[in-house]
T-cell receptor, first 110, second 119 residues
């Protein structure tokens, strides 16, 4: 599996955009980038995934650099309920294992 | 997104007893289900992968005779912690994936987790 690197923690003001970075410099050509989040004492929640192109859904946007070595998850208008640990995961091609790293603890402040 | 449930959400048991945790995909057929364990302040660790109708594949270091996994149908998988001990106390989370399992884009959806406390 390609390894990912994320900042340990980030803070964001309520109502502002939260931009969470992820480095995955060893990603291979057919590996996808997945984002999940885990609110305290709950199971992880799927957010979004992408391969090459930028993606957007009702929860977030995913911006992947042209060389695919990094990506940014954008929560356009963060709320207090977005406080969670955010995991950036690269999916291996031969199966569907998700290997969770330490993630980024995002704290949205009022 | 798809919904995955777990039961029970919380269980307390005595050392030496066995505990069964159920994982259900409520609105899709799960060809593959996964079981994870999470200790306090740590990330999720994959324990095993199970495909419907076949034996589970366990990760290195996970005792298959202690953590029995059954995936008898496309909507139900169970994890039984046998002869539980205090060190088995943890947050157990299942996930389910639909589709044919041929595409790496098949998304995993997670259950809410089961908090196991062994006294």
């Amino acid at each position: 599996d390609a390894k990912t690197t994320q900042p340990t923690s980030m803070d964001c003001a309520e109502g502002r955009a939260a931009n969470l970075p992820c480095n995955h410099s060893t990603i291979s050509g057919n590996e996808y980038v997945y984002w999940y989040r885990q609110i305290h004492s709950q199971g992880p929640q799927y957010i979004i995934h992408g391969l090459k192109n930028n993606e957007t859904n009702e929860m977030a946007s995913l911006i992947i650099t042209e060389d695919r070595k990094s990506s940014t998850l954008i929560l356009p208008h963060a709320t207090l309920r977005d406080t969670a640990v955010y995991y950036c995961i690269v999916q291996e091609t031969s199966g569907s294992r998700l290997t969770f790293g330490e993630g980024t603890q995002l704290t949205v402040n009022p | 997104g798809a919904v995955v449930s777990q039961h029970p959400s919380r269980v307390i048991c005595k050392s030496g007893t066995s505990v069964k945790i159920e994982c259900r995909s409520l609105d899709f057929q799960a060809t593959t289900m996964f079981w994870y364990r999470q200790f306090p302040k740590q990330s999720l660790m994959l324990m095993a992968t199970s495909n419907e109708g076949s034996k589970a594949t366990y990760e290195q270091g996970v005792e298959k005779d202690k953590f029995l996994i059954n995936h008898a149908s496309l909507t139900l998988s169970t994890l039984t912690v046998t002869s539980a001990h205090p060190e088995d106390s943890s947050f157990y989370i299942c996930s389910a994936r639909g589709g044919l399992g041929l595409s790496p884009t098949d998304t995993q959806y997670f259950g809410p987790g089961t908090r196991l406390t062994v006294l």
